[in-house]
């Protein structure tokens, strides 16, 4: 019985980090589906896997569809400088 608990506690430990439901991971996740980013993929910018500009034209829209989504829910963009927009 005393071994139970122990292993039972550490079990749901493990799941704590499975999920991540914060607001900016959600909205990481909704980027993927965002009609920019879709584009991206099926479009004809080059070879997202390898550094040039294809990969950084991906990283700009997912970005800023993850701004959006985050706005959307009413939380501010955090500070700093904006990126600057790919050439298309």
Not at 10 to 32: V, W, Y
Request: charged fraction near 10%.
């Amino acid at each position: 019985m005393r071994f139970a608990l122990p292993v039972l506690v550490a079990l749901g430990g493990c799941s704590l980090g499975a999920t991540d439901n914060s607001p900016q991971a959600q909205c990481a996740r909704q980027a993927q589906n965002d009609p920019t980013v879709k584009a991206v993929y099926a479009g004809s910018y080059g070879d997202y896997t390898q550094q040039g500009t294809a990969l950084a034209t991906l990283n700009w829209a997912t970005r800023q569809a993850t701004q959006k989504c985050l706005q959307a829910m009413g939380i501010g963009p955090p500070g700093g400088v904006e990126p600057i927009q790919p050439r298309m």
